[in-house]
Every structure is written in structure tokens, then in C-alpha cells.
């Protein structure tokens, strides 16, 4: 029997996220939630007893977040993982998120869904995963904290082409959607851009060296946010 075509992404125009992309096709083929990541870790993890359990869910930007420097002592679990799209975290959602049965999930995504990671995605289709996400929290009582996309700069050779991939006319469209969306159905809004843009529109340079991540500076500033609308979130009936 004939071997099989070795599977190919159509060029994005953008050689470096074809690159990046080529070097994925095994995930996107075999394991396109990534499901394998937490899988041990989450079989693991003990229930939860009287503790405020929080789950993070993302890409890279809560990946590379060393939660526990941050929020030292505190329950929260990080599972962010590099590079991905909000219909990845979709597939992974009930063993990362609902089967942890934590009080109050923070979602921090969306960037690379803009991006094309894993494919075009209109701004209408990661609301619809976004709203995907919050019904499935709301029937098993877990309070959301949906964050905003943080904004990118270009002040580095590197950020160029990262930033020229995430139009900042989409990011705010995206932050809109996600505020009045929160307001409308009692979830909260965790503002980060406002906390991190400049004078220009885009990351503070002294945030984040790639123009995409933030270092620590960026992280210090974020992490006073997330505690106060993780604590809004616990005060909120689920």
C-alpha cells in the first residue's frame, strides 16, 4: 500500500508563521487539543477542599507565567499552553478545566486565533468559542474572568512580524466584545491592556523584549489585576 502524502499547511504569506506552523502539523494531526500536555498532571491533582481553586487557561502569555512567584501560596493552576487557539482550549476544556472543578476560571486568549495559528479565524469565531467556553463553565458553576488581549509593539526587529500578524483594530474589537459580553451575562472583565499599552497603542517596551510576552515588569503589573478579578469573581454568585 502507498505511503500516504505527508500533510501541508497553505502559506500564510508570513515566513515565519509558516514556519512555525509546518513544525506543528504532528499536534494539529494527532492531538490538536493537546490533550497530552496536562493529561498526568490533571490525573493527579487531589479535589479541591475549602480552597478558592482557580484554573488558567491560555496560550503562551499564561504558559511562560510562572504562577507560583506570583501568586505565592494561592491555589491557582496554570494551564496555558504555548501556541495555542481558542479551539484548541475548546477541546481540552472539560479534562483542563471542568474535571479540576475549580471556583473561578481565568481565560487570557485570542491573540493567536488573529494571528491564523491554527487557520483564518474571523473575530466572530472566537466570540462564539469564548461564548462556547463561558456556557460550559456556567452549567458547572465555575465563575469566569474572561481577560483582555494585550496589546504588541514593534520596537524590536523580532516583534515585526508578530505585530504586523495582530492588527490593532481586531484587538480592540476583541476587548470590546469581551467587556460587554462580561457585563451582559455576569462575568467579569479583567482589563490587562489598559494597565500595559503606551502613548502609541502598543506594549509598553519596557514590558516585553519580543513584543508579544510579557518579562516581569509586564507580569508584576498583570498579577495585582488578575487577584482582584479573581476576588470580584468569587463575590459573584456562579
Known amino acids: ?62 504558559d511562560y507565567w510562572k504562577l ?15 501556541g495555542q487557539t ?7 476544556f472539560r479534562q483542563d478545566v471542568i474535571n479540576l472543578n475549580p471556583k473561578v476560571l481565568v481565560v487570557l486568549a485570542g491573540t493567536n486565533d488573529i494571528a491564523g495559528v491554527t487557520g483564518p479565524a474571523r473575530n466572530e469565531d472566537i466570540e462564539a468559542n469564548y461564548a462556547s467556553m463561558a456556557e460550559l463553565a456556567h452549567l458547572h458553576h465555575i465563575r469566569v474572568v474572561f481577560a483582555s488581549l494585550l496589546p504588541a509593539h514593534s520596537y524590536t526587529p523580532e ?36 494597565a500595559l499599552v503606551d502613548d502609541h497603542g502598543m506594549l509598553r517596551r519596557d514590558l516585553s523584549d519580543d513584543g508579544l510576552h510579557p518579562n516581569v515588569a509586564g507580569y508584576k503589573i498583570m498579577a495585582p489585576l488578575a487577584d482582584r478579578a479573581i476576588a470580584s469573581a468569587l463575590a459573584n454568585k456562579p
Open 86 to 92: 481558542t479551539p484548541q482550549m475548546l477541546v481540552r
Open 159 to 194: 516583534a515585526k512580524e508578530s505585530f504586523a500578524l495582530r492588527p490593532r483594530e481586531r484587538i480592540l474589537a476583541l476587548n470590546a466584545w469581551l467587556k460587554d459580553y462580561s457585563a451582559e451575562n455576569g462575568l467579569v472583565y479583567l482589563d490587562y491592556f489598559s
Open 68 to 82: 507560583e512567584d506570583y501568586f505565592p501560596g494561592k491555589p491557582y493552576i496554570n494551564r496555558g499552553i504555548d
Open 1 to 62: 500500500m502507498a505511503l500516504a502524502e505527508q500533510p501541508t499547511i497553505p502559506s500564510t504569506g508570513h515566513p515565519s508563521l509558516d514556519q512555525y506552523r509546518a513544525s506543528r502539523i504532528a499536534i494539529y494531526t494527532d492531538d490538536f487539543g493537546e490533550l497530552k500536555r496536562y493529561r498526568e498532571a490533571d490525573a493527579a491533582l487531589a479535589p479541591p477542599a475549602a480552597e478558592n481553586r482557580v484554573v488558567f487557561v491560555g496560550d503562551s502569555i499564561t
